[in-house]
């Protein structure tokens, strides 16, 4: 298949992905529900997918946003920047507090249109988590979030489901107790297990979508039947095996890389096997491995942006850092003014340019 080829049939499976992650009528409702609350949303949102593509002044604002209400972890999983070398300083810091998650909130509620609670730490170790998706709910935002699922029990699951969440990405990275419990290390397999039980049979209501996220590697990819078979009998709403594996830029994860890092092109026929398997148990399943290319460059610049716990605005989770790089902090500044400024404008341009920092190049499956 020819380079145009392959673009387009990553363009039409990304395009097919959004579509069928937001056709879920409950989530279509909560998104027609936001436009007809505030029309200007959907203005921003088609201004951000024409005028910000040509042009790299950021007219229109972001529609999408992670943020980062912790840097703390009560695991430390292999392959994950946290709670590693140099990350002792950021695990320090103290979590984001409600107020100002409140001001991020008050200060984007007419032009954003759905928020990832998700950044480089253990988002259920901010206690005023639920809090913050209600406030942000209550203004018609959609929220999600990714968890290890740890910290799940009795007395917050309740809370987990009916705060507003239109989904719960749970990541289990290994379908056997001895893989699972080598990567997540502190975590322990049987539990996690119990409790994504414990929060599907609590579930009332058709949202949160509980969603099982796995980092597939050449350590674990034998196991996804397993995982399969499990998702699909926990009652989850579907399994997701990304294949996108990130360094952070940084040598020991570079290291890494090189030997759990798959190319899908070689397990070709193992991923036919398993969109068979899921769909023979009736399971939504997906293999998800997006790289950005020359002609299909980076969205995240011009569409979406990051606050990281100490209210820095970085590009994307996947920089995740402020100290990599960071536009300014709200502390200072208001997000329009650094999403319109000259750093972030040149910022867009170099990779509307393909002239690519290191930090990017992992996305472009460019490794070195
Ligand atoms: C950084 S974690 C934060 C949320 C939460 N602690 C969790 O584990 O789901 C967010 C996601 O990043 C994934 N992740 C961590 N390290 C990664 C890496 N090197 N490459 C790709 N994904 C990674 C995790 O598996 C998880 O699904
Ligand atoms: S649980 Fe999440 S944040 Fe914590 S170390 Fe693992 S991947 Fe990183
Ligand atoms: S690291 Fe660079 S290429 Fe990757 S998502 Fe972030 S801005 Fe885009």
Redo the contacts with the bound molecule.
């Keep these: 298949m020819d380079i145009d080829c392959e673009m387009a049939k990553n363009k039409i499976q990304r395009g097919w992905r959004i579509v069928r992650l937001f056709s879920k009528p409950p989530i279509i409702k909560r998104a027609m529900l936001r436009f007809i609350k505030n029309p200007y949303v959907l203005v921003n949102m088609l201004g951000v997918m024409t005028v910000n593509k040509y042009f790299n002044r950021g007219t229109f604002l972001p529609f999408s946003l992670d943020i980062e209400l912790t840097t703390k972890?009560n695991?430390t999983?292999t392959?994950?920047?946290?709670n590693k070398e140099g990350w002792q300083e950021r695990a320090k810091l103290e979590n984001m507090k409600f107020e100002d998650f409140k001001k991020i909130i008050d200060d984007t509620k007419n032009h954003l249109f759905i928020i990832k609670l998700?950044?480089?730490?253990?988002?259920l170790l901010n206690k005023d988590v639920f809090r913050m998706v209600e406030y942000a709910t209550s203004k018609g935002i959609l929220v999600y979030t990714?968890?290890?699922a740890t910290l799940v029990d009795d007395n917050n699951v309740h809370k987990i489901l009916n705060c507003g969440l239109i989904a719960l990405?749970?990541?289990l990275?290994g379908g056997t107790r001895d893989t699972y419990n080598a990567v997540r290390v502190n975590a322990d397999f049987d539990k996690v297990l119990a409790n994504i039980k414990k929060i599907t049979s609590n579930k009332k209501n058709k949202l949160p979508l509980i969603n099982v996220?796995t980092?597939g590697t050449k350590e674990n990819i034998k196991e996804v039947p397993n995982l399969i078979n499990i998702c699909s009998e926990s009652g989850v709403n579907s399994l997701t095996i990304?294949l996108?594996?990130?360094?952070w830029n940084r040598a020991e994860?570079k290291k890494l890389a090189e030997d759990v890092r798959l190319d899908e092109n070689e397990i070709k026929d193992f991923i036919d096997d398993c969109y068979k398997l899921a769909h023979e148990k009736g399971l939504n399943f997906d293999f998800f491995n997006r790289t950005f290319t020359k002609k299909s460059p980076c969205y995240w610049p011009t569409t979406s942006f990051y606050i990281s716990n100490e209210r820095a605005i970085v590009p994307c989770c996947t920089i995740g850092e402020p100290e990599v790089l960071n536009f300014g902090n709200l502390k200072d500044n208001s997000i329009a003014k650094i999403w319109r400024s000259d750093a972030y404008q040149s910022f867009r341009k170099i990779i509307k340019e393909h002239k690519l920092p290191d930090y990017c190049k992992n996305c472009y499956g460019e490794f070195d």
Excluded: A
């Excluded at 996108?244 to 360094?247: A, D, E, R, S």
């Design positions: 972890c695991l999983c392959y994950c920047r946290v998700q950044g480089m730490g253990e988002t990714f968890t290890n990405n749970i990541s990275d996220w980092v990304q996108k594996f990130t360094t994860f």
